[in-house]
């Protein structure tokens, strides 16, 4: 099992930035991939972001392209989202998620983080 814990999250007014962190513990060296997902009210949960860990190869939803960047510290075991030039469309609730396979979906998901950006 792998457990992922979010932290990051908060107000913060449009065009500001955020930093969010997710570290993983448990069996980590079984993690093939990372990414965030995140949902708003009422809305479905939508792809962020996402990180492969061999290779490093990253790939972003077309709505953060440019302003998201996914990275991690392998010695934290750590994976960020930097999320610059922020809009009130951002504001949802932001999750980590991993994988152990990259045919699979995403296994383990963590609790969550809540960003809201003001207008």
């Known amino acids: 099992q792998v457990q992922l814990v979010e932290s990051g999250g908060g107000l913060v007014q449009a065009g500001g930035s955020l930093r969010l962190s997710c570290a993983a513990s448990g069996r980590t060296f079984s993690i093939r991939a990372m990414g965030w997902f995140r949902q708003a009210p009422g809305k479905e949960r939508e792809f962020v972001a996402q990180l492969i860990w061999s290779g490093g190869f990253t790939s972003y939803a077309d709505s953060v392209k440019g302003r998201f960047t996914i990275s991690r510290d392998n010695a934290k075991n750590t994976v960020y989202l930097q999320m610059n030039s922020l809009k009130p469309e951002d504001t949802a609730i932001y999750y980590c998620?991993?994988?152990?396979?990259?045919?699979?979906?995403?296994?383990?998901w963590g609790q969550g983080t809540q960003v809201t950006v003001s207008s």
């Open positions: 998620a991993a994988r152990s396979a990259l045919g699979r979906p995403y296994e383990y």
